[in-house]
């Protein structure tokens, strides 16, 4: 099974997602922001797989992948948004699709995530 890091600024879909993940056997470590995401990598930890929201406090998903790609972090990144991309929203769609290994769009159907996350790892 997958080793996945989930960043979410809502604490509700956060331990959600990681309920869903721990029954399906995957490791799961939780996070609240990109910030906070990135000190898991600081400190050695290895994922076969971030899911992250794209908005966020102090670090949103868009930057998260940003700081990844720069630190020379190779992981697939599935992006869960909640569609409220206020920013020229299809030219921002764009960046992040080509940026992140997927988009799925919040509510999210386990089966496509689960999906995604074999994919991902594949």
Known sequence: ????????????????????????????EKASNGAEALKFFDDGHEFDVVLSDLIMPVLDGFGLMKELSRRGIVVPVI??????????????????????????????????????????MA
Not at 4 to 11: F, H, K, M, P, T
Not at 86 to 102: G, I, K, P
């Open 1 to 28: 099974m997958a080793r996945v890091l989930v960043v979410d600024d809502s604490v509700d879909m956060l331990e959600m997602l990681a309920e869903v993940l721990l029954r399906e056997g995957h490791q799961v």
């Open 79 to 120: 992006i869960l948004s909640g569609g409220g991309v206020t920013m020229d929203s299809a030219e921002a769609l764009r960046v992040v699709e080509n940026m992140a290994f997927s988009v799925l769009k919040k509510p999210i159907k386990c089966e496509i995530l689960f999906e995604q996350i074999n994919h991902a």
